[in-house]
């Protein structure tokens, strides 16, 4: 009976010390080999020069790094944007994306294929949900577009597929091994996971501070409307997300962002700006509005010039606001727009390339 060997990418660093008392050597073999792993972006137990031959040989007859196979991979867009599609060990898919100059070079990860939570705007809430990505393969989205598009990642956002609060425990693990010191090194500052608002995990992001930002995908300004956009709204009203919410800020005294998402008539009038300033007040904020994009819903985006008089608007009431800028959209790689297909075909993947 062949063993399975256990893939080390995603252990942190007293799992791996763990693991190398497990192979009868001493805990701090295991420091080594985090360092190995994550701080140098060794994949090879051979390269790991510091360690005794026979423990490398132990190490290749027991673990594997890890890696995500690169299935398709676009062509930049006119804005310099890469999407790939990665396959893992057991076939199923995610993509990810690579935005270079954004400022800094940033990667868009996801932590689960597909998503259960089904918003009407977003391309993978019509996929459907078919589990979550371990640490290891969220850390390994990153480790694999540094070494595809052979450059060093200085920001992450985890605002691909997937609602990353439904798989805390293991963007929680990813995010203490992308911001170590010894491992990834990734300024916490740089690194922003995004959420609908799932209001138990945000009381428990509360008590442990994961090392990063939290930004909220908000959408609309009424629990009618956010509701029939958003059904998580139904499970989580604005007036009890945005009670988490004041605690939140609150605890960490940092300004939380907001994504808000233009449809046309949905949430662009003047009332919604008021509205706005109403479930914002005391919470240092700031509002990124974004374009809505084409992911085969029937929503109609809010023209530029509605964009522009709602800023104004939020202006006028005093909130911080933006318009982010949209990248990839054309490779369907935006905010929104990430979608596979499970399982997936040769013609499918066609129509992938060509999107």
């Known amino acids: 009976m062949t063993r399975t060997k256990i893939s080390l990418i995603g252990l942190t660093r007293s799992e791996l010390e763990s693991f190398a008392v497990e192979l009868g050597e001493p805990a701090f073999r295991g420091r080594q080999i985090y360092r190995w792993l994550y701080h140098r972006r060794v994949r090879s137990f051979i390269e790991m020069s510091d360690l005794p031959a026979a423990v490398r040989d132990r190490l290749t007859d027991t673990a594997i790094a890890g890696e995500l196979v690169e299935v398709l991979r676009t062509p930049p867009s006119a804005d310099k944007a890469v999407k790939f599609l990665f396959q893992l060990d057991d076939g199923l898919r995610v993509e990810a994306v690579y935005l270079p100059d954004s400022p800094g070079e940033t990667v868009c990860i996801s932590t689960q294929v597909g998503c259960a939570l089904g918003c009407t705007f977003c391309a993978t809430g019509k996929m459907g949900f078919f589990r979550n990505l371990s640490s290891g393969e969220i850390v390994l989205q990153v480790l694999e577009i540094e070494r595809l598009m052979n450059t060093h990642i200085t920001n992450v956002v985890f605002m691909g597929m997937g609602e990353p609060l439904n798989n805390y425990d293991n963007v929680r693990k990813a995010l203490s091994i992308l911001t170590d010191q010894e491992g990834m090194g990734i300024t916490p500052s740089k690194i922003t996971v995004s959420t609908v608002g799932i209001v138990p995990i945000i009381e428990r992001w509360m008590v442990d501070l994961p090392p990063a930002k ?45 994504e808000y998402i233009m449809i046309a008539g949905h949430n662009d009038r003047r009332e919604d700006a008021a509205n706005l300033n109403y479930l914002l007040r005391n919470i240092p904020a700031k509002m990124n509005l974004i374009r809505l994009h084409p992911t085969g819903g029937t929503l109609p985006p809010s023209a530029d010039e509605a964009i522009s008089r709602f800023m104004g608007w939020l202006v006028e009431e005093g909130i911080d606001c933006t318009v982010r800028e949209s990248r990839g959209v054309e490779k369907s790689a935006a905010c929104g727009m990430l979608y596979t297909h499970e399982p997936f075909h040769p013609t499918k993947a066609r129509a992938w390339e060509q999107g």
């Not at 930004?215 to 009203?237: C, G, K, Q, Y």
């Open 214 to 258: 939290l930004a909220i995908s908000l959408h609309a300004t009424t629990d009618e409307r956010r509701s029939a956009i958003m059904p998580v709204n139904r499970a989580f009203p604005l007036e009890l997300l945005f009670r988490s919410l004041r605690r939140l800020a609150h605890v960490t005294k940092h300004p939380l962002t907001f």
